[in-house]
């Protein structure tokens, strides 16, 4: 990681929901789609600071979906930079539809480096 990472990091990503994040038999924002959201947010915010051959995965996610959101509506997702131990990161995600938030959360990610991993499952 570069060394401008830091905790207290945080961007945003913005999305209308589609028919393809309706929940089953209800025409809501699914909790699949919204967790979906809060790893995207939070890659988009660890990816800038990779250095060459990095990249992460997703390890953990523990997110209360506390309000409906009607298909068709905006929803925006906010993640910052929890904490940092060693190559695994803990994020501190939100997610918020026009009227207020609608689910919020921890997601951990660890940073890999793909070909290293790949040589090792060889062994």
Do not use: W
């Not at 809501?28 to 915010?45: G, H, Y």
């Amino acid at each position: 990681m570069k060394p401008e990472f830091r905790e207290g990091l945080s961007t945003e990503l913005e999305m209308v929901t589609t028919e393809a994040d309706r929940a089953p038999h209800v025409a809501v924002f699914s909790t699949p789609a919204m967790v979906a959201l809060m790893e995207r947010t939070s890659v988009a915010l660890v990816k800038p600071y990779f250095e060459e051959g990095e990249n992460s995965v997703g390890v953990k996610i523990c997110v209360s979906h506390i309000a409906a959101t009607s298909i068709g509506r905006k929803v925006r997702c906010r993640s910052t930079v929890q904490a940092i131990a060693g190559r695994r990161i803990t994020f501190a995600v939100e997610a918020y539809n026009e009227k207020g938030k609608i689910g919020e959360g921890t997601h951990e990610r660890v940073i890999i480096n793909p070909q290293k991993s790949a040589a090792k499952a060889q062994e």
